[in-house]
């Protein structure tokens, strides 16, 4: 294996000097999980990574599928430009109503709209005009290839698609041992689909659970 292994004190020394959390943001998971939330949200160098993914791509128009309590969405929103837009999709009424009260509290309320409801018809009804500039997916596995080709579909030429959770655990490698495990066969699908998409550059970055990150073509 080629690299360095990430140690704990290596990791922290990456948080520390590239992606603190404020006040905020150190407060929002418990707060959502008080709530009933899932702490299944990104981690803060996931979350510095998005940020420097959007502003190599230029990112004014950012769609996110899958907000959970919007720590990403503030992540996200605090990279965009004064006239930027991020529009996150969220399944879970009590997640999309987290996301947006967090939103405000951050006073990114005007850069960002929460829709609730089923992301493959809420994505059904947006049009490519204006395309988006970068779309990140982290949401029910089984519909990513869906939500992927929604992504290609409403982006532009070097828009940048992240799809999170790309390693499964660290278990996506053992596809072909594990047909009837729904979560690795549907990352690998994912994966496998970013890869060889002619429409795509993608690599998968091992950071945290893994970012599949691909530029459109
Ligand atoms: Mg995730």
Same mark, same amino acid.
Request: some cysteine; charged content about 20%; hydrophobic content about 45%.
């Given at each position: 294996?080629?690299?360095?292994?990430?140690?704990?004190?290596?990791?922290?020394?990456?948080?520390?000097? $590239? +992606?603190?959390? @404020?006040?905020?943001?150190? *407060?929002?998971?418990?707060?959502?999980? /008080? *709530?009933?939330?899932?702490?299944?949200?990104?981690?803060?160098?996931?979350?510095? $990574?998005?940020?420097?993914? %959007?502003?190599?791509?230029?990112?004014?128009?950012?769609?996110?599928?899958?907000?959970?309590?919007?720590?990403?969405?503030? #992540? %996200?929103?605090?990279?965009?430009?004064? @006239?930027? /837009?991020? !529009? +996150?999709?969220?399944?879970?009424?009590?997640?999309?109503? !987290?996301?947006?009260?967090?939103?405000?509290?951050?006073?990114?309320?005007?850069?960002?709209?929460?829709?609730?409801?089923?992301? !493959?018809?809420? !994505?059904?009804?947006?049009?490519?005009?204006?395309?988006?500039?970068?779309?990140?997916?982290?949401?029910?596995?089984?519909?990513?290839?869906?939500?992927?080709?929604?992504?290609? &579909?409403?982006?532009?030429?070097?828009?940048?698609? =992240?799809?999170?959770? +790309?390693?499964?655990?660290?278990? =996506? #490698?053992?596809?072909?041992?594990?047909?009837? @495990?729904?979560?690795?066969? /549907?990352?690998?699908?994912?994966?496998? &689909?970013?890869?060889? @998409?002619?429409?795509?550059?993608?690599?998968? =970055?091992?950071?945290?659970?893994? %970012?599949?990150?691909?530029?459109?073509?």
């Amino acid at each position: 294996m080629k690299g360095t292994p990430i140690t704990e004190q290596l990791y922290d020394y990456i948080v520390s000097h $590239f +992606a603190q959390e @404020d006040d905020l943001l150190r *407060r929002l998971p418990a707060e959502a999980a /008080a *709530r009933g939330a899932p702490l299944i949200h990104i981690s803060p160098e996931q979350g510095r $990574f998005l940020q420097v993914l %959007m502003r190599a791509a230029g990112a004014k128009r950012v769609l996110e599928i899958g907000a959970l309590f919007g720590y990403s969405a503030i #992540w %996200m929103a605090r990279a965009l430009p004064e @006239d930027g /837009a991020l !529009l +996150a999709l969220e399944v879970h009424p009590l997640h999309a109503q !987290l996301t947006r009260e967090n939103v405000a509290r951050a006073g990114l309320s005007h850069k960002v709209e929460v829709r609730q409801g089923n992301a !493959l018809d809420l !994505l059904a009804a947006l049009d490519p005009r204006p395309p988006f500039d970068f779309v990140f997916i982290d949401a029910d596995k089984p519909a990513y290839l869906a939500y992927l080709e929604h992504a290609l &579909r409403l982006t532009r030429p070097g828009a940048i698609i =992240v799809g999170d959770n +790309a390693s499964a655990a660290g278990n =996506v #490698w053992k596809v072909d041992a594990t047909p009837d @495990d729904a979560y690795i066969q /549907a990352m690998h699908a994912f994966n496998h &689909r970013m890869a060889t @998409d002619p429409r795509l550059l993608s690599i998968l =970055v091992p950071i945290s659970d893994g %970012m599949c990150v691909g530029v459109v073509k």
